[in-house]
T-cell receptor, first 111, second 113 residues
Framework: AQRVTQPEKLLSVFKGAPVELKCNYSYSGSPELFWYVQYSRQRLQLLLRHISRESIKGFTADLNKGETSFHLKKPFAQEEDSAMYYCALNGEYSGNTPLVFGKGTRLSVIA | DSGVTQTPKHLITATGQRVTLRCSPRSGDLSVYWYQQSLDQGLQFLIQYYNGEERAKGNILERFSAQQFPDLHSELNLSSLELGDSALYFC????????????FGPGTRLTVT
């Protein structure tokens, strides 16, 4: 079964400190992994996907198939990074595999 | 606003009642997804429709049902409501049938008293 685990419900860091939001997944095939973000009073939106290997708002995430992880990292946290972050998995198309989301981690960046 | 719209924004109702949540997808999007967000369970996928047909089913209770109409808007019907059904209900849409990039609506906050 597909499963996404985000072990931390809440993560608090100081402004300027490094951030790592953990995500582990369970999937037997070749998954696509994503990070979605929900800022206060805004809609849930796609932040980044592992295939593009891009950096968005200073965040990066590397897919580690050996450790089945897709942790989200940023070297220096900013107050505007405070938000709810969801890791999501899209399995190979089988006709019935929409996105599977983790339970989310609330990031709080303290000034 | 050409994005995903949901009505109503807030809904307060009593146990045992029935409510209907409405979602209009982005222009051109054929796929609609419904999610339930609660503090305990996070974001749970309920059901997906593509061009009027049910496409995928997640953790949707039998008391809940949904449909997508010819104009592509979708409705989620929740009946025999229980206190535990209180949650934020999100609708999302995408162009393709199985898309990782889903565009979310603002959500409907349901409170069951």
């Amino acid at each position: 079964a597909q499963r996404v685990t985000q072990p931390e419900k809440l993560l608090s860091v100081f402004k300027g400190a490094p951030v790592e939001l953990k995500c582990n997944y369970s999937y037997s095939g070749s998954p696509e992994l994503f990070w979605y973000v929900q800022y206060s009073r805004q809609r849930l939106q796609l932040l980044l996907r592992h295939i593009s290997r891009e950096s968005i708002k200073g965040f990066t995430a590397d897919l580690n198939k050996g450790e089945t992880s897709f942790h989200l990292k940023k070297p220096f946290a900013q107050e505007e990074d405070s938000a709810m972050y969801y890791c999501a998995l899209n399995g190979e198309y089988s006709g019935n595999t929409p996105l599977v989301f983790g339970k989310g981690t609330r990031l709080s960046v303290i000034a | 606003d050409s994005g995903v719209t949901q009505t109503p924004k807030h809904l307060i109702t009593a146990t045992g009642q029935r409510v209907t949540l409405r979602c209009s997808p982005r222009s051109g999007d054929l796929s609609v997804y419904w999610y339930q967000q609660s503090l305990d369970q996070g974001l749970q996928f309920l059901i997906q429709y593509y061009n009027g047909e049910e496409r995928a089913k997640g953790n949707i209770l039998e008391r809940f049902s949904a449909q997508q109409f010819p104009d592509l808007h979708s409705e989620l019907n929740l009946s025999s409501l229980e206190l535990g059904d209180s949650a934020l209900y999100f609708c999302a849409s995408s162009q393709r049938i199985n898309s990782y990039e889903q565009y979310f609506g603002p959500g409907t906050r349901l409170t069951v008293t």
